[in-house]
């Protein structure tokens, strides 16, 4: 039985209506909570529903992760992708690429309007990513641009009196160039449009290409706080050069992890050197569903917060993160 839109809304509103009013009181934690790709631990990541969610679950930043349409509208979505999290395939068929992959460059805004949204899965074998998650195929959501979003996030904050920031991510900036997409420029002007333009405007600005990166700053002349995502070992050397326009990092979190000997943890010089640069440092992800080397998602959080000192983290559980930090 689907789900229809309106009650999903009312779940979100009950979510909001309910959230604790001594969490929001107590005095803010200087660590930060980014809600990734919203509240997606429980609603299908990047949906508009995730991310009314995750607000009300007050964290410091909601992210977005930016790919451009065929017409140039920046869509809130994970890959250039579409074919693991929309049911194209099947309203789409022919539009599939020789790779057998569905792109959202080859897609007019209003095209992908056209597509139900879904918990992420393969594509191969049709099975859900995360199993224990919202259930793949249920409900009803759509593909939003980053200007929807954003009127949706600062229209919260009027009328809750919060300031909840935005996190965007532009995603593969050469693939965009090579088609003819100057996917930076595009997103820093829209950004500008709505009054986010210094490191005062509650906008943290990132992405893994660090030559693009440093073009925003430097050629695109912003002053947004930037964040040098890194993914590659070989990435965690070049710190200083990062400190020459970057604010700070958004490392793997395994990155920062060294070993544990009886029980207590070791840590890379990551942070340190980082802090050292005055770069803040913002790894990811924290997931309660993923945890691997840790026997609980609260010793997670204990570790690289308080052990590692790290600034914030990603989570795709940001009322848990919440809770822990501002207990």
Known sequence: MLFNKSKVYILVLLVFLSCNNSTMNKEKSKKIVIAHRGASGYLPEHTMEAKAMAYAMNPDYIEQDL?????????????????????????YPDKKREDGRYYVIDFTFNELQQLQVTERFNPKTEK??????????KGSFKLHSFQQEIELIQGLNYSTGKNIGIYPEIKNPEFHRQSGKNI??????????????????????????????ERVRKELKSELFLVQLIEYPEETTQLAHFATYADGIGPWYKQILDSKVNE????????????????????????????????????????LFYEANV???????????VSFLFK
């Open 67 to 91: 790919v451009l349409s065929k017409d140039d509208v920046p869509i809130v979505i994970h890959d250039i992708y579409l074919d693991d999290v929309t049911n194209v395939a099947q309203i």
């Open 128 to 137: 859900q990513f995360y199993p224990k998650r919202f259930p793949k195929g």
């Open 184 to 213: 930076a420029k595009i997103v820093l002007e829209i950004l500008a449009d709505y009054d986010y333009k210094t490191k005062e405007d509650k906008c943290i600005f990132q992405c893994f290409d660090a030559n693009e990166l």
């Open 264 to 303: 207590v943890w070791k840590f890379t010089s990551l942070v340190e050197d980082a802090h050292k640069l005055g770069l803040v440092v913002h790894p990811y992800t924290y997931r309660a569903d993923q945890l691997e080397e840790f026997a609980s998602f609260n010793e997670m959080m204990q570790v």
């Open 311 to 321: 600034d914030g983290g990603f989570t795709d559980f940001p009322d848990k993160m």
